[in-house]
């Protein structure tokens, strides 16, 4: 099953009254993750047990199958690094794992539902490409997606070669001939990948060719299409490797991303300078990110820092001991920025990590917000 498979099973997955366990945990390089999974799990554990009364018998015994199944997997298999998800109802047979490229706090849940927010808060900041390489008789159809490549399609058109000794009007009609069969060929290819588009909704294209071909081709893809074309690249179809379509594909990814956060960063910019709705520096996205207000949020990639939370009204700071909103005493952050995008993504805000030079840089943080702040309590 491709990753888009096994995510569209888990959204559709209807439990139908039983309970879905679903675990995050960071898969890193020291081999930790069976014995994090395993205390995670122990969160859980008593609801499997029967002094609890609050689930039902079976449901109890669903959970029990889901706490082994998951402990089996983890010691078992091997994640790769990043983070996996698990997705877990033994009630009803269902079991998914997911290799997510970004790691979140590890979390434990169980609920009616498979509790997907924070892979889908994760997965929005990949794109999902497909990649055609195409010459005058035939057509590979790759995709791109979370780091990996695989082919999709394969396919090949009957072409005239090209006579060694033609000469006059010979010449030209086989000429004629053969671009003939080439623009068919691309028609088909077209329609190809654009049934492929509707069935599966990939979200840029990119086509790789020579140039000739390239330019022939994307000169008769349907609007759709054309809309997604995300780049294009010269290479020789023939003799490609997948390392090389691999290699090509994921340039104009990253040229994707790069523009993409960069146009975050300046709608955010803009939007502070002009007083609109947003959020530009730690301070403010951190007092946002308390009140739930970000719909937005842009952070540099791999930038931490010290902070404090409150962990009864969420209130989220760079420094103070005591919570402005209910006078408890705050909790130390190793990073408040991890925390902030963890609260973000619970309320259903996107996240965007921004890793290319932009302004951001000097701020931290910025955010596009869902209504003005009020002014932040002095602490
Ligand atoms: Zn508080």
């Known amino acids: 099953m491709t990753a888009q498979e096994t995510i569209d099973q888990i959204l559709r997955f209807e439990p139908d009254g039983m309970p879905v366990v679903s675990l995050y945990v960071a898969v890193l390089p020291d081999g930790s993750v069976h014995t994090r999974v395993k205390s995670l799990l122990d969160e859980i554990r008593p609801l499997a047990k ?27 298999e091997r994640w790769k690094q990043g983070m996996t998800a698990v997705f877990s109802c033994s009630g009803r047979g269902f079991f998914e794992e997911v290799s997510l490229p970004r790691a979140l706090r590890d979390r434990v849940v169980v609920d009616t539902t498979p509790w997907v ?4 808060a994760i997965l929005d900041e ?17 995709e791109l997606y979370l780091n990996e490549i695989r082919q999709v399609r394969r396919l090949r058109d009957p072409a005239l070669r090209k006579p060694n000794f033609a000469y006059g ?10 671009e003939e069969l080439a623009k068919r060929h691309y028609r088909r290819v077209a329609t190809v990948l654009n049934d492929l588009y509707r069935a599966e909704g990939f979200e840029l294209l990119a086509v790789g060719g020579h140039p000739y071909e390239v330019s022939a081709f994307t000169a008769v893809l349907p609007r759709p299409l054309r809309e997604r074309l995300a780049g294009t690249f010269s290479i020789d179809a023939r003799t490609a490797t997948p390392a090389d379509v691999r290699r090509e594909a994921q340039s104009i990814v990253d040229h994707y991303e790069r523009d993409e956060e960069r146009r975050l960063v300046a709608e955010i910019v803009e939007a502070a300078a002009e007083r609109r709705r947003a959020a530009l520096g730690l301070d403010d996205c951190l007092w946002a990110g308390t009140l739930a207000a970000i ?12 902070g404090v939370v409150c962990d009864r009204s969420g209130w ?10 209910c006078g408890e005493p705050t909790r130390p952050s190793g990073d408040i920025i991890n925390d902030l995008v963890e609260a973000v993504i619970d309320e259903s805000g996107s996240v965007e990590h921004v890793a290319t030079d932009t302004e951001l840089r000097t701020h931290v943080a910025g955010a596009l917000l869902r209504f003005p702040l009020p002014p932040r309590p002095q602490t």
């Open 316 to 325: 989220l700071a760079l420094s103070g001991e005591t919570c402005p909103l």
């Open 295 to 306: 719909d937005r949020l842009a952070v540099q990639e791999g930038v931490s820092m010290p």
């Open 50 to 76: 029967d002094q609890d009364h609050t689930l039902e018998h079976d449901a109890r015994l669903s959970i029990r199958g889901d706490l082994k199944r998951i402990i089996e997997a983890s010691t078992e």
């Open 169 to 178: 009007k010979q010449e030209h009609k086989v000429h004629h001939k053969a």
């Open 117 to 120: 927010r924070p892979m889908l």
């Open 126 to 142: 990949y794109h999902r490409m497909f990649v055609a390489m195409v010459d005058e008789s035939s057509a590979e159809v790759w």
